[in-house]
Each structure stands twice: as C-alpha cells, then as structure tokens.
C-alpha cells in the first residue's frame, strides 16, 4: 500500500472536500480517501502509484489546484541547491583564471583563453539569468534576472567586439567582468537559497511528527491496527504509554500523565481522566487512554498547526511586497538610464565608449541589495524563530516588532525552560542518591531533573509501582519508599509540617515539590 499526501488549494467549503472524496474513491487503485477543507489536505491510501497521476488529474479537473508538499519541496530544493552550489564554485573558478590572464598575461592565447573560459562562466553557469530573463519579457516583467543577463551579455558581447577589433580604440576586453558579475549574483542566489532550506529544515522537525498508526477499537471490541490518517470522527482509538494521540477527542476511560509541551509550550505533564479534552500529538507518559475522536486525523490541532507552518512559508510581507514592487521600477530605471548614457556618450564619442559606458552602468546595479537581502532577512528570521520553537503564522508581523514596547502574555506556564532542575532540597547525600536510584525507572520529567549530572551506577532489584498523577512507591525487601506530591500525602494523612515549612519558603521560585518517604 502507498499513502499519498497532496496539499490542494482553492477548495471554498466542505462541499469541495466531500467533491474530491467521492470522484477520488472510484479510481480503480484507490483503497481509501481522506480529504480536509480545514487545512487543504489530502490523503489517498493505494494500491500501487499507477492511480498517482489519475488522482492528480481528476483534483485538477474539478477546478482544484495541488501545491507543493513541503516534503518534497525540501527534496527539490535541496538538489537544486546542490546544483547551484556547483555552477557557483564552477564559476568562481572560472572567474578567477579569467581575471588572472586579463591582469597578468597578455597576447592572443590570453585573449582567446578569456573568451572561452568567460563563455562557459557566463551562459553555461549563469544560463538560469537569462531562462528567467527571456520568460520575463514574453511576460512583460522586469526583475533582477533582467539586469544580471543584460549586464553579463553586454559585456561579453563588447569584449568580443574588441577581440575581433569590431572596436579597438584601447583594446581593454571585459571578460572578467561579465563573468564576476555571475559568480556574485550566484553566490546571493545560493545563501538566499540556503537560508531557505534551513528553513525548512527546521519546520520538518513538525512536519515529521507524523503518527504513522492508529489502534481503533471495533464495535465488537477487537482492536484493529489503521493508517491514522484514515481515523475519523466518533473513532474509538486506544493510546498506550510513550503512544502520541492522533486526534482531538474526549477520554472515555484510563487515566494517563500527558506531554503536551510542544502544542502549548506548558514542559510540565497534564493529568488526563475520564472527561477531559486531549488534543492530537500529546504523549502519554504513563498509563492508557481509550479517546473517542471528535474530528477526523487530517483535520486535528497538530494538523492545522502544520498547516499554518506550510502557509507562513508561502505568505508575503508587506516589505517583501514592496522591494518587488521598487526591484521592477528599479529595472525599467536603469534600462533606461543605459540607453541614455549610450545616447549621450555616442554622440560626444562615438560608439566605442557609447558600449563601454553602458555597459558598466548595467553592471554596477546588478546585485541590488533590496532584491537579495530583503527575502534573505525575512527567511532567516522565520528559520530561528522555528529553531527557538516560536512558529510565525504570518510573516507581516516581524515588521511590526520593533515598534512594540510592551508585550502581555496571558499563559506563563507557556513560556518555559523545556527541562526542569533541582532548586533546593533538605536530604543528606545517602538519602538523595537513594531517591536519584529509585527515579532512574521513570522517564518522566521530575524523575530526569533528580537524576541529571549524577553517575549512578548502581541499579536496585526492588519493585517499582507507578502511581498516575501521584508518584512513585518502591519496595525492598521490608522497606517501603515513596516518592510523591502533597496531595498523595494527605491522602494516606502522613504528617509532612516540617518538610512544607521547609519548602514553602521556596514556592515563588520553585513552585514543583516532591516528598521523599520511607
């Protein structure tokens, strides 16, 4: 079986999901569909990939448009910038030897070794310039690309006029300088690239939480093993301890501590009961959980999250919008500005300097700061936000930082460490690392904060009973050890006055406490 992802965009309501579930199903190779409005999602279930394309055309026929999935996005771009990182140093290398005959060596095998090295530097590595140069101008739109090939190629062809004394009034040739002027703009194209791989790289660490099964329980109670993405409403689905919830829905029965620290930022775990509310991609630490789903798979909390992830990377700023808006004028300004300079010139000296000076006005406005470095800013900032786990919805708002001068967060258990540490304690060393020994059984965060930065070697053969919620007790022989919260004390109505004298001076700063009973 081969499960396909396809992000579909114009889809207006749940109509359209429920159009393309009913066409898609009956291709012959299509076991199961899942369709989201929510977040333009797809997810198909085949045979094999021959129903692939049939899928593809059947969405687009409808009047549907499929996006790029970022997985193999990421794929793309990452040979893509591979290539680009090759004709770079190709480039540079070429330059460089082109620039050194120009400098050092002169004569006609110089000359001829200029034009062929500067050639291949000029339309083999800079050939993408002139491909969006061309497809531009049937468009009728000027960007960058213009510049770049036009500055390249007009220095190029005047330096061949000179090599065949077309002009030869100095004899100077330029081949170098179409050349370097490629490797420069190649080298701004691949960090704007790079930049943007690294972006994606880090919105991949989301992208890969991706729950690959579900276990539904039948109406007959046996458990059935499904792809979650085929989960659907009014599904019972059982969660295992270190299991992650692949839909929202309600506890039915069971009683689980729940990591949900990468939906909400809250690091400390969520007892979850019968009754409460459990959101897709929390992870139970401890315990089981039966949860009847109260959406379908394709259509819960982490899916709409990854779904605003991949929509914040396709959204443009308002300053973005803007430097595309100035690089267009931009182009149009200078083209004409060249004209005029080789109209003036021609007429003061004749066509020799009229083609030199035009040629140098195209190549000083070739790497335009704001067509570079204005995505470049806006990349980088939206990759370190996802690397400081901060996820930007919509890029427009980083323009807006620097006039905030106070901020109000109405969750602070939301902003967090991700690990916790021992604050303060009153056992002796003994006691202490008897109470890091019994804690080593247990992954759960409080346990990790006693054990961190001790070496504890020495393992215990006692038995070890998790209480959900409440702690651990563990017993040895005749002794009986109990590592627990307030409230499990009161409950066993065990005296802990002095101990809470104790702690409560710390409660401002340490709020999470711990008894350690024998």
Known sequence: MIELKLKIAKMTCVNCSNAIEKVCSKIDGVEDVSVSYVNSSGVFLLKDDKSIEKIKEKITTLGFEILEDEQNLKLHKTQELK???????????????????????????????????????????????????????????????????????????????????????????????????????????????????????????????????????????????????FVKKDDVIL???????????VVLSGKAEVDVSFLTGEFLPLLKQEGDEILSGSVLINGNLKIKASKKSIESSLEQIKDLVF?????????????????????????????????????????????????????????????????????????????????IKNPAVLENLSDIKLAIFDKTGTLSEDELSVYE??????????????EKFSSHPIA?????????????????????GSGIIYKDKNDEYFIVNESFCNQLNINITKSKKFLDQFKQTAPTTIYFIK
Not at 448 to 468: C, F, Q, R
């Open 311 to 391: 929509k914040a990377g396709n959204i443009k700023t308002p300053l973005a919008n803007l430097a595309n808006v100035i690089s267009a004028y931009f182009v149009g300004f200078i083209i004409l500005l060249a004209m005029g300079v080789f109209c003036f010139w021609y007429f003061k000296e004749g066509l020799n300097l009229a083609f030199l000076h035009a040629c140098a006005t195209l190549l000083i406005s070739c790497p335009c700061a704001l067509g570079l470095a204005t995505p470049i800013a806006i990349v980088s900032a939206l990759s370190n936000g996802a690397k400081n786990f901060i996820l």
């Open 239 to 249: 969660v295992k301890e270190g299991e992650s919830v692949v839909a929202d829905g």
């Open 83 to 229: 290539k680009l990182k090759n004709n770079l140093l190709l480039s540079i290398a070429l330059s460089i030897i082109v620039m050194y005959f120009e400098m050092f060596v002169q004569g006609q095998i110089s000359n001829l070794i200029q034009l062929v090295l500067s050639f291949v530097g000029i339309f083999y590595c800079g050939k993408s310039f002139f491909a969006h140069a061309i497809k531009g101008l049937f468009c009728k739109n000027l960007d960058m690309n213009t510049l770049v090939s036009l500055g390249a190629l007009v220095s190029f062809v005047y330096s061949l006029s000179v090599y065949f004394d077309v002009f030869n009034k100095d004899g100077y040739l330029y081949f170098s300088s179409g050349s370097m002027i490629i490797s420069f703009i190649l080298l701004g194209k691949y960090l704007e690239e790079k930049a943007k791989l690294k972006s994606l790289t880090y919105h991949d660490q989301l992208k890969n939480i991706d729950i690959k099964y579900a276990n539904v329980i039948c109406d007959d109670g046996s458990i059935k093993e499904i792809s979650s993405s």
């Open 425 to 438: 304690h009153d056992l002796n060393k003994e006691d202490f690392k008897k109470l890091a020994q019994i």
């Open 448 to 468: 990790k904060a006693l054990i961190k930065n001790l070496d504890i070697k020495e393992d215990l053969s006692g038995e070890i009973k998790v209480m959900i």
